[in-house]
């Protein structure tokens, strides 16, 4: 057998009809879901499915929501295909599930880890405004050219405003 590697994906890595899908044909995913929900003491896929379209819900619980996929995905793939990596590695969130997966930690002690992360992050930008977008169909050179000007104006207008704060 050929030796592979698996790296977990960190934040932003999720397809809710993914999931969906895959909740309702694999019996494991669904119970490392209930397995999950019991140590939190709350139902994390029911609540993530009622609440998919409240973007304050995936704020507040999409750490929780992809470190459990993230195993309950390699969970399952293990099952059917019996794989057997000789690497495993993560992409931040994604360390978390390496660990588990490699049997590092326990899958309730990471999930404890992570909560605890999650909450801290949150914090971290209590009261700042982020904006993520998604380009599609642009070309890459255009892109690249409105991100330089974007950056290059910020720098511009931090550099007066430190001017001014200085006089």
């Known amino acids: 057998m050929n030796q592979f590697a698996i790296i977990f994906p960190g ?4 397809n809710i009809k993914v999931l969906e899908a895959l909740f309702k044909k694999h019996n494991i995913i669904r119970q490392t879901f209930t397995e999950a ?6 139902n994390i896929y029911k609540d ?23 195993i309950a995905i390699y969970r399952t793939l293990n099952k059917e295909i019996d794989i057997n990596p000789g690497i495993m590695g993560g992409h931040s969130l994604g360390q978390y599930s390496a660990l588990v997966c490699n049997n590092n930690i326990l899958f309730q002690e990471a999930l ?14 209590k009261n700042i405004r982020i904006l993520n977008l998604i380009i599609l169909g642009l070309n890459y050179n255009i892109v690249k050219r409105i991100c330089t000007s974007v950056s290059t104006t910020k720098k511009k207008y931090l ?3 430190l001017t001014q ?3």
């Open 37 to 42: 929900s019991d140590i939190l003491h709350n």
């Open 112 to 125: 404890k880890i992570i909560k605890i992360r999650n909450q801290i992050m949150l914090l971290a930008v």
């Open 48 to 70: 993530f499915i009622i609440n998919a379209s409240d973007p304050l819900y995936y704020k507040k619980n999409i750490y929780l929501i992809i470190f459990i996929s993230s």
């Open 159 to 161: 550099s007066l405003l």
């Open 165 to 167: 704060k200085n006089k």
């Open 11 to 14: 934040l932003g890595t999720y």
